[in-house]
């Protein structure tokens, strides 16, 4: 049995988001290194290291709180109750009291500088406190990204060691991107060992911004998305040379054949591509809103590009025949409006947007095929460079044999479903115009036969 039209649809469109997560898959499979705990002092790494000075200590319970500030550093609270024997022999020895503390610190911690350090007992209750530089950095419009629990900027994972574990903003901020594992709570996000699924699991990224609402959500996930391009390196836009290359040699198929492909009716086409475009999207949207039928990544996903691909497809429905340079205008703007909508949504929509556009940039191919060489110049090196770009957002790290190897998973399916949803716009932009005069001649065919 053949698949219809629109499961053909949402079939492709998941393989955008399943391809990210490919390469995500692939990338921890090399041998990480185990997690790094973020309260050092909260749990077994004190017990560990009063064991080795000497001092049996048992942890009964611990907390700490971690203070974003404006200049990027974070300043440590912990609060550690332990045994009333441990607790008398560290209140009464501040040298022991305070190797015990940074001996905690140095094992497997986050924490590579704690600076102004200062430990003390009270109430059985050991009581830590301490500054971080380079907890956090600055980003558009003032909002703070926590390069802390950023898994792009590690190399381990996280693991809170404590009961409890709360991280807040600077002061008059609000979280505007919280990990799925945290509650968010009077400004801040928490941790608690009793959640239902504690630890520092799923995507940790963790922002904070002046003001709540979805222009500030827009302007964290922009912030992530050009995080993650500036630490993109050389090496990793070896993902985009196959698939750049399939891509020129496609287009130069088209330019050498493309008057051989068949006129196709536009106004069917773009009524089928924009109305089960617009289904998809409804229906993906729905699921994201209720993450019942598809996980919230996937329908993120589906839903932004059914959008683009059906606003793009509408541009032949709305214009009255379009130049090539205001299908073009259209284009762009969808891709824009689409864009805008999709960051304040989640990074995953707002990346599949940008990793959309290629396929929605052959309308106007279509279009300006024999009518307008420098739309034409345009959409061939915004296709042939959109390869790096899309290499940037899957992997920013990656040796070149690695690189090719990621490719085959993640750059190349891209290409393959950007030409396969990307063809039937081409179609539609290429028809627009000739129908009539395709009708024309077998009509006066018709007639020449007829006498």
């Known amino acids: 049995m053949t698949a219809s039209p629109s499961a053909r649809l949402v079939a492709v469109a998941a393989l955008l988001v399943c391809t990210p997560l490919a390469a995500v898959a692939v990338g921890p499979a090399t041998a990480a290194p185990p997690p790094e705990a973020v309260c050092g002092v909260c749990g077994d790494g004190l017990a560990d290291a009063a064991e080795r000075e000497g001092l049996p200590l048992t942890v009964e319970r611990g907390t700490a709180t971690i203070s974003v500030r404006e200049d990027g550093s974070g300043r440590w609270h912990a609060r550690v109750r332990v045994d009333d024997r441990a607790a008398d022999r560290l209140a009464a020895n501040a040298t022991l009291r305070e190797r015990v503390v940074r001996a905690s610190l140095d094992r497997r911690t986050v924490v590579d500088d704690p600076r102004n350090l200062h430990a003390a007992v009270a109430n059985d209750t050991l009581v830590v406190t301490f500054d971080q530089p380079g907890v956090a950095r600055g980003s558009l419009g003032g909002v703070v990204l926590v390069d802390l629990l950023d898994p792009r900027a590690r190399r381990a994972g996280l693991d809170f060691e404590a009961d409890r574990l709360r991280i807040e903003g600077p002061n008059g901020t609000v979280v505007s991107?919280?990990?799925?594992?945290?509650?968010?709570?009077?400004?801040?996000?928490?941790?608690?060992?009793?959640?239902?699924?504690?630890?520092?699991?799923?995507?940790?990224?963790?922002?904070?911004?002046?003001?709540?609402?979805?222009?500030?959500?827009?302007?964290?996930?922009?912030?992530?998305?050009?995080?993650?391009?500036?630490?993109?390196?050389?090496?990793?836009?070896?993902?985009?040379?196959?698939?750049?290359?399939?891509?020129?040699?496609?287009?130069?198929?088209?330019?050498?054949?493309?008057?051989?492909?068949?006129?196709?009716?536009?106004?069917?086409?773009?009524?089928?591509?924009?109305?089960?475009?617009?289904?998809?999207?409804?229906?993906?949207?729905?699921?994201?809103?209720?993450?019942?039928?598809?996980?919230?990544?996937?329908?993120?996903?589906?839903?932004?590009?059914?959008?683009?691909?059906?606003?793009?497809?509408?541009?032949?429905?709305?214009?009255?025949?379009?130049?090539?340079?205001?299908a073009l205008a259209w284009t762009l703007g969808a891709s824009a409006l689409v864009a805008l909508a999709a960051?304040?949504?989640?990074?995953?929509?707002?990346?599949?947007?940008?990793?959309?556009?290629?396929?929605?940039?052959?309308?106007?191919?279509?279009?300006?095929?024999?009518?307008?060489?420098?739309?034409?110049?345009?959409?061939?090196?915004?296709?042939?460079?959109?390869?790096?770009?899309?290499?940037?957002?899957?992997?920013?790290?990656?040796?070149?044999?690695?690189?090719?190897?990621?490719?085959?998973?993640?750059?190349?399916?891209?290409?393959?479903?950007?030409?396969?949803?990307?063809?039937?716009?081409?179609?539609?932009?290429?028809?627009?115009?000739?129908?009539?005069?395709?009708?024309?001649?077998?009509?006066?065919?018709?007639?020449?036969?007829?006498?």
């Open 177 to 326: 991107r919280a990990p799925p594992s945290a509650t968010v709570e009077d400004g801040g996000v928490v941790w608690r060992a009793d959640d239902e699924r504690p630890g520092l699991w799923g995507d940790t990224r963790l922002a904070f911004a002046p003001t709540d609402g979805p222009a500030a959500r827009g302007l964290t996930t922009v912030g992530f998305v050009a995080f993650g391009v500036g630490l993109a390196e050389p090496s990793a836009l070896v993902l985009g040379v196959a698939p750049a290359i399939l891509l020129g040699a496609l287009l130069l198929a088209v330019r050498r054949w493309g008057d051989e492909l068949p006129a196709v009716d536009p106004s069917p086409l773009a009524k089928w591509i924009a109305g089960s475009g617009a289904v998809v999207a409804l229906f993906a949207g729905a699921a994201l809103a209720g993450s019942v039928l598809l996980d919230a990544a996937v329908a993120a996903t589906v839903a932004t590009f059914a959008a683009l691909y059906a606003l793009v497809a509408a541009g032949a429905i709305v214009l009255d025949r379009p130049s090539a340079r205001v």
């Open 343 to 451: 960051s304040t949504v989640s990074v995953v929509a707002f990346q599949t947007a940008l990793l959309s556009v290629p396929a929605a940039l052959w309308f106007p191919l279509g279009r300006a095929r024999g009518r307008d060489r420098w739309v034409t110049a345009f959409v061939v090196l915004a296709l042939l460079v959109a390869p790096f770009g899309a290499a940037v957002i899957y992997a920013p790290s990656a040796s070149p044999l690695l690189g090719v190897l990621l490719s085959v998973f993640t750059t190349v399916p891209w290409a393959a479903a950007t030409v396969a949803f990307g063809f039937p716009l081409y179609l539609l932009g290429r028809g627009a115009d000739g129908n009539d005069d395709a009708v024309g001649r077998a009509d006066r065919t018709e007639h020449a036969s007829a006498d």
